[in-house]
């Protein structure tokens, strides 16, 4: 499974995991058990955006020296528990690390004939806490699988309606990062104050770190691999 939150999960553990540090993802509404987690790993607990510590800003982790980190937020962090505790294996994808994740992707398909690959771009909430579809999640899952066929385009034929779509998507928007900073999504960071997330949200390919979520004695963490 491939957890895409381009704006800003994914990216940002992305991000920790370039500079060495393991990430557990919590759910986001549970602040308490995130500082109980926090205490019990000897880890950061990530703030709310805005303090100037660091927190589910990609920015505020670009040169930070943290050893583990707990990352609370509100789709991808709980997407990822629920895909980890049906026993799959999970990933984080985004621009930055997508051939990365699809050369992952190819090595899992090819270990076994029954290994499928499900992209899962996060989408964001309405303020009612309805689902809202995100543009710049399905272009980081179109980067994704228009890596994988590049090196194999012979999948095509394989892959589902939805994920042909996303691939055709990123192929066929001339600039894929003016398209995410003029999305729903990137025009409230940017508005907001947060231009920095944006602009390293929109790198692409900049990054063979591949964070996979794996339980390692302390609770389920992604790390580079």
Same mark, same amino acid.
């Given at each position: 499974m491939i957890v895409v939150d381009v704006l800003s999960f994914s990216t940002?553990?992305?991000?920790?995991?370039? #500079?060495?540090?393991?990430?557990?993802?919590?759910?986001?509404?549970?602040?308490?058990?995130? #500082?109980?987690?926090?205490?019990?790993?000897?880890?950061t607990l990530a703030r709310p955006r805005g303090d100037g510590r660091i927190s589910l800003s990609p920015a505020s982790l670009t040169h930070a020296a943290v050893d583990r980190l707990v990352l609370p937020s509100p789709n991808g962090a709980t997407i990822a528990h629920t895909l980890l505790s049906a026993g799959a294996p999970v990933v984080a994808g985004c621009l930055r690390n997508a051939s990365a994740v699809a050369a992952y992707a190819l090595d899992h398909m090819a270990r076994s004939e029954r290994h499928d690959v499900v992209l899962?771009?996060?989408?964001?909430?309405?303020?009612?806490?309805?689902?809202?579809?995100?543009?710049?999640?399905?272009?980081?899952?179109?980067a994704i699988t228009s890596a994988l066929l590049r090196s194999e385009p012979g999948l095509r034929?394989?892959?589902?309606?939805?994920? #042909?779509?996303?691939?055709?998507?990123?192929?066929?928007?001339?600039?894929?990062?003016?398209?995410?900073?003029?999305?729903?999504?990137?025009?409230?960071?940017?508005?907001?104050?947060?231009?920095?997330?944006?602009?390293?949200?929109? #790198?692409?390919?900049?990054t063979r770190a591949l964070p996979r979520l794996r339980d390692d004695g302390l609770g389920p963490a992604f790390r580079a691999w």
């Open positions: 940002t553990v992305t991000v920790a995991c370039e #500079q060495g540090t393991v990430v557990h993802p919590y759910p986001h509404r549970d602040r308490a058990g995130a #500082q109980r987690l926090a205490r019990l790993v000897g880890a899962v771009p996060a989408g964001e909430r309405w303020p009612d806490t309805s689902l809202r579809p995100c543009v710049e999640d399905h272009l980081g899952a179109g034929a394989t892959l589902s309606p939805e994920a #042909q779509a996303a691939a055709t998507l990123w192929d066929g928007t001339p600039d894929p990062a003016g398209a995410i900073m003029a999305s729903t999504s990137g025009r409230e960071l940017i508005e907001s104050g947060w231009s920095d997330d944006v602009l390293i949200a929109v #790198q692409a390919e900049v």
